[in-house]
């Protein structure tokens, strides 16, 4: 079992609509999550980091953490023909960082 | 502010050649780590650099890679011999260290990578 599970997609969504991007982490030990984005052939950007419990939003990205249940979740509203990426789901319960295998977004005019 | 950089962006090598892999972190940043995503595969830790200290070497597969970050400032990453599985983009990032105590609040910011060919 990897230690950090996404669908690696790709999720298609048209433009304007809510995509919903999902991780799993097996580690009870993790602490802090994060959703970096990586173009293709660009380097990972951090999108959003969440450490407790509940929703964190950022502008048009929420991000949702459930320790309970071992998932760790993006919500992208009005999504964008740019939000297309790759996202990438990491967990760190001390320093390095753990990814998932990512998730390609297909967001479509 | 400049972000990390990395060089060379691609190399191209033979099997058993040598390969040297150079990252310069943010200025300021203590915190320097090492990452390779093979083809088809999640992006893995391989160390960790805190100034000039090894943190954690781990994630290093074997005695093949070596690195080095001496002066607490740029590292590089050797891999002599190279073999056929060293192939994939070996990525670099820095952090500045958590502000709260708690390490998992500490962003750790991506270089562009480096795209290891060994044929």
């Known amino acids: 079992q990897k230690e950090v599970e996404q669908n690696s997609g790709p999720l298609s969504v048209p433009e304007g609509a809510i995509a919903s991007l999902n991780c799993t982490y097996s580690?009870?030990?993790?602490?802090?999550f994060f959703w970096y984005r990586q173009y293709s052939g660009k380097s990972p950007e951090l999108i959003m980091s969440i450490y407790s419990n509940g929703d964190k939003e950022d502008g048009r990205f929420t991000a949702q953490l459930n320790k309970a249940s071992q998932y760790v979740s993006l919500l992208i509203r009005d999504s964008q023909p740019s939000d297309s990426a790759t996202y990438l789901c990491?967990?760190?319960?001390?320093?390095?960082?753990?990814f998932g295998t990512g998730t390609r977004l297909l967001v479509s005019p | 502010e400049a972000g990390v950089t990395q060089f060379p962006s691609h190399s191209v090598i033979e099997k058993g050649q040598t390969v040297t892999l150079r990252c310069d972190p943010i200025s300021g940043h203590d915190n320097l780590y090492w990452y390779r995503r093979v083809m088809g595969k999640e992006i893995k830790f391989l160390l960790h650099?805190?100034?000039?200290?090894?943190?954690?070497e781990s994630g290093m597969p074997n005695n093949r890679f070596l690195a080095e970050r001496t002066g607490g400032t740029y590292s590089t990453l050797k891999v002599q011999p190279a073999e056929l599985e060293d192939s994939g983009v070996y990525f670099c990032a820095s952090s500045q260290g958590p502000t709260s105590g708690a390490w998992g609040t500490d962003t750790q910011y991506f270089g562009p990578g480096t795209r290891l060919t060994v044929l």
């Open positions: 580690d009870r030990g993790s602490q802090s």
């Open positions: 990491a967990a760190t319960g001390f320093q390095k960082l753990v």
């Open positions: 650099f805190v100034k000039e200290s090894k943190q954690d």
